[in-house]
């Protein structure tokens, strides 16, 4: 009986110790602990049989079934801190750096050019105090010529032929249509300035599109007169062209009076650049103003025409092809 169990306890100690040093991971370490040293594990159950032995032989078995449990479990110990040792240093390799690995190659982007014009008109009119505005490329009847004292009878729609919707509304043509939406929510005094997508009923050629880009320009305060615009169109166009020499060219706008037109002399001709005038009072009257106490200035231009003359391109479908071998070039 004594020499059978002292037998079995020894076998269990062999066993456990061979299956803890062959344990790979930390979770089968576990389960040998449980089986082996656990409350229902098999030491547990040999040791529940000691209460058959005699007197003498139970201090014996006893001391065997220590040394059988302190043996297994340093082996547990010793096998532990193996595996997590080698946890941290595969750890360790895996998140090694290799400072000697090429690099991952990351194309740079570029500005497109008609962004770049936008940008740079922007920050030069943001520097004399204007702010920014938008409004909706697909406008009503009333913000893109009614309101803008283009009644529908004008000849003046004759130039600004555009898309009409199935429910009356239209592609706005200019972005003058953002002045009325702007004083509509705004009091005087007004400085901003107003980028967008236009488009006409124009057929498309090396100078026409159906759709391009305007930046719209308005001032509205007590007192502002002609001598306003001139310098402001001056400081601008001498910060985007340099300092070449412009010319007013009196013109017409439905929505200003006086109106003009700005040419710069650029190799030697005169280049149309962009449309302005004084805001017209009907158009003051239709958002609220009164035109005793307010005047203004509007203007208006084109970023594609600003970037063919500033990038010499000869075609504006250029700017809209997408073709990378052109847009490298900016
Ligand atoms: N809206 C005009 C156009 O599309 C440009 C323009 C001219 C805007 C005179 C203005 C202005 O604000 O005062 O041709």
New binding site residues.
């Given amino acids: 009986m004594t020499s059978n169990l002292e037998t079995q306890l020894l076998a269990l100690q062999q066993e456990g110790e061979k299956a803890i040093a062959a344990a790979d991971t930390l979770e089968r370490l576990e389960e040998l602990r449980v089986n082996y040293l656990g409350k229902k594990g098999q030491l547990g159950a040999l040791l529940r049989s000691m209460g058959q032995m005699s007197a003498e032989e139970r201090p014996k078995i006893g001391a065997i079934a220590n040394t059988v449990k302190e043996s297994l479990q340093t082996s547990l110990d010793k096998q532990r801190a193996a595996l997590e040792a080698s946890q941290i240093q595969a750890q360790l390799e895996a998140e090694t750096l290799d400072v000697t690995m090429p690099g991952i190659f990351c194309p740079q982007g570029r500005i497109h050019p008609l962004n770049g014009i936008i940008d740079r008109a922007l920050d030069i009119f943001v520097g004399m105090g204007y702010t920014v505005a938008q409004g909706p490329e697909m406008e009503t009847d009333y913000y893109n010529f009614e309101a803008l004292n283009t009644p529908p009878d004008h000849p003046a729609r004759d ?2 032929d555009t898309f009409y919707l199935p429910d009356g509304n239209l592609l706005r ?4 249509s953002v ?1 009325i939406r702007y004083m509509e929510k705004e009091e005087p005094p007004i400085r901003v300035l107003a980028p967008g997508r ?1 488009y006409r009923r124009d057929n498309v050629d090396a100078t026409h599109s159906a759709v391009f880009h ?1 930046i ?3 001032a509205i305060d007590e007192g502002l007169t002609f001598t306003d615009l001139k310098g402001t169109v001056k400081m601008f166009l001498q910060a985007m062209f340099g300092d070449l020499p412009i010319r007013f060219r009196a013109s017409y ?1 439905p ?2 009076e006086p ?1 003009a037109e700005v040419d710069l002399q650029w190799n030697g001709r005169w280049l149309e650049v ?4 004084m ?1 017209d009072p009907n158009v003051l009257k239709s958002v609220g103003y009164d035109p005793e106490i307010y005047t203004g ?5 084109g970023v594609e025409r600003f970037a063919m003359v500033l990038h010499q391109i000869d075609d504006i479908r250029r700017l809209y092809a997408s073709d990378l071998r052109f847009l490298r070039q900016f």
């Fill in positions: 130039m600004q043509t200019h972005t003058s002045q236009v305007q719209e320009l308005l706008f929505f200003t109106s962009m449309g302005c005038g805001v200035f509007a203007a208006g231009f």
